[in-house]
């Protein structure tokens, strides 16, 4: 590649496309948040910077949730009289003031959005596959389809690290295959940590083959190393290159750590970046490494302290899920995270806290694939896939109800089924909550139509809310300190906000379902949910769902307070930005 082909996705009309479109992302969703008030004008809204002087005019429809829907190709920009071109850095500059961005951060948050706007670039150079196409389209067609990144982070691509050649080799959308790099780690300062019977010799072989594994240990023996002595790693190439080699030079040139070379099988990444599913050999596991890069608020590093538990959480909520009658009977799996290894730096652990990103820098786990599980005729899509629309308008969800032949509503109830119902029985039954976003869900699918739901990053993403819950010393820390007032917060803001608020805005502009009937359902399968289980009707009281307001919690205002570490997380309730309420679409029904 040239050092010009490298940028020849970066076009003025491709910019131009996606200025508008992030600027459209912006109105919509810092209205939502209450940063911005749209104020009447004429047919539109219009919007004005801290100055006064520049006026963004738009269309939009409200909706339920304080949804804005703005329409991208109504969107103007005046000042002192004259339209000026859609810029989104400019958008932010004068914005500054209103969005609460420090004079630290501004500069920072540029750099994510001009990210964002590059990948979205990119994205727009793609051939165009129409919603219907991709509803058709295999588990990683899907997956590296994805456009939109998160439905409510507005800088939700910043990958903060990587270069352009990094970007086209790593990003899920380039689709680009990977082969992962192996570390030998000195058992001095690693560990490996597996769920019940999984044994790390028989494991290794399983992932890696044997050939290879016989490799690897040739060069260690080549160094006159004994590999009993070390733990094999994988790690992401980036980290290699840009992290280890430098960061850990002192682990390396000691031989705490040696460079094996590359593993054999090819891997794609996954939405969520740093996590690759086997394209080689799709039965196998996925691997979730660290990743020293800033994405969506955080470092996205992996702990080698906290890869220790999590088998044994893994294994635990596998047995919960298990013995559930409820859970089992809406087909709800998890993909266990079944083994983990992590390394220690023992110098920068001295130097550090427990949060610190230098603690982050080396560790992995091994993820089931949910591949080994489909029955004949079922296929696989990540749940992010239903508010994907495509160039025409269309979304995946519509596109999934057409090929289903089912009446909206009944397709609807099928989902929610699936994917709802166990979250509002973990709730209620349990005190458990997930992280239940559409990267972190995967369906299964057959004729278009939900069969059941299976949801993945469980150790770092659930918690338990019951201060006397009992749990095993293992998974004692899930267990975390949230107010009575927040803690239906799970449902109402991680589903309501931040999920269904877009599925039912998109199913609405489509004309395949209104959307009262959308909240109608939802409260149906709520009450059916309910009336199914009298035994829990005092915590049904306790923690409403049909209460008639709840707290609007803004995901962009953590992000443009600091874009580094948006969560303090010792206290994650604690961090949370709660700015007045939103109307309860159930409430009514």
Known sequence: MTLSDAVAHLSPHRWARANRLLIRKALAEFAHERLITPEQDGDGYVVRSDDGQTRYTFTATLRALDHWQVDAESITRHRNGAELPLAALDFF???????????????????????????????????????????????????????????CFVANNGRL????????????????????????????????????????????????????????????????????????????????????????????????????????????????????????????????????????????????????????INDWLAQLIDNDA?????????????????????????????????????????????????????????????????????????????????????????????????LLHSFYAYDLVFMPHGENVILVLKDGVVQRAIYKDIAEEIAVMDPDAVLPPAVERLRVEVPEDKKLLSIFTDVFDCFFRFLAANLASEGILEEDDFWRTVAEVTRAYQDSMPELADRFKQYDMFAPEFALSCLNRLQLRNNEQMVDLSDPSGALQLVGNLKNPIAGF
Not at 124 to 151: C, N, S, V, Y
Not at 286 to 296: D, E, F, P, R
Not at 369 to 376: A, G, I, Q, R, Y
């Open 93 to 151: 500059i004068e914005m500054q003031k209103s969005l609460g961005l420090s004079d630290d951060i501004l500069p920072v948050y540029l750099e994510e959005i001009s990210s964002t706007l590059s990948g979205t670039c990119y994205k727009l150079t793609k051939p165009r596959i129409t919603a219907a196409e991709l509803a058709r389209g295999d588990f990683q067609t899907i997956e590296t389809g994805m456009t939109e990144g998160h439905p």
């Open 161 to 312: 690290g990587f270069g352009i050649h990094e970007y086209l080799s790593y990003a899920p959308e380039t689709a680009s295959p990977v082969r992962l790099v192996w570390l030998a780690a000195h058992r001095s300062r690693a560990a490996f940590t597996a769920g019940v019977g999984v044994e790390y010799e028989s494991f290794l072989r399983e992932e890696l083959g044997a050939e290879t594994v016989e490799r690897f240990h040739g060069v260690l023996r080549d160094q006159d190393l004994d590999p009993a002595d070390y733990l094999l790693i994988p790690v992401h190439p980036w980290q290699w290159w840009n992290k280890l080699t430098v960061t850990f030079a002192a682990e390396v040139a000691r031989k705490h750590l040696v460079c094996l070379g590359e593993g054999d099988d090819e891997y794609l990444a996954q939405q969520s970046i740093r996590t690759f599913f086997n394209r080689s050999s799709p039965e196998k596991h996925y691997v979730k490494t660290a990743l020293s890069v800033i994405n969506m608020g955080f470092m996205r590093g992996l702990s080698a302290a906290y890869m220790e538990a999590t088998p044994a």
């Open 326 to 422: 409820v859970l089992k009977s809406t087909g709800l799996s998890i993909i266990r995270e079944r083994a983990a290894v992590g390394y220690r730096h023992l110098e920068y652990e001295q130097a550090t806290d427990r949060y610190s990103p230098y603690r982050k820098m080396l560790a992995a786990l091994w993820r089931e694939s949910p591949v080994p599980s489909l029955k004949d005729g079922e296929s696989l899509a990540t749940m992010a896939s239903l508010v994907h629309v495509d160039h025409e308008g269309a979304s995946v969800a519509g596109a999934l109800i057409e090929q289903s032949g089912l009446a909206p509503k009944e397709w609807l109830r099928r989902y929610l089924r699936a994917y709802f119902t166990p």
